[in-house]
């Protein structure tokens, strides 16, 4: 079992920046960000391979959120820069030990955190 523990949500006006954590308490392969908007489905926003660092964003973010890590603290950071209303979502962390799937689909993830707010006003 791994547990991840989230933080870092926030209000801010749009074009502000946030930082979202993901601390998580065992090893993993791969670790991602998901965000889910009212009445609209989860979707896949990032996803970090901590071994190595290789990351992948979605297409409405890239260049906008740069996602991190921190191997000695087993902890991911998704730095999100000129934010917009669109992105008002809660944000969830997933991660997994074998990550055989691709990586924004939520079936990819064993294991998920509680997730946290960000709202962006216009």
């Known amino acids: 079992q791994v547990y991840l523990v989230e933080s870092g949500g926030g209000s801010v006006p749009a074009g502000g920046s946030l930082t979202l954590s993901c601390a998580a308490s065992?090893?993993?392969?791969?670790m991602s960000w998901f965000r889910q908007a009212p009445g609209k489905e989860r979707e896949g926003v990032a996803v970090?391979?901590?071994?190595?660092?290789?990351?992948r964003y979605t297409d409405s973010v890239k260049g906008r959120f740069t996602f991190s890590r921190d191997s000695a603290k087993n902890t991911v950071y998704l730095q999100m820069n000129s934010l917009k209303p669109e992105d008002t979502a809660m944000y969830y962390c997933?991660?997994?030990?074998?990550?055989?799937?691709?990586?924004?689909?939520?079936?990819?993830?064993?294991?998920w955190g509680q997730g946290t707010q960000v709202t962006v006003s216009p």
């Open positions: 065992g090893y993993t392969i791969c």
């Open positions: 997933a991660a997994d030990r074998l990550c055989g799937g691709l990586w924004y689909q939520q079936n990819t993830y064993a294991y």
């Open positions: 970090i391979y901590p071994g190595d660092g290789t990351t």
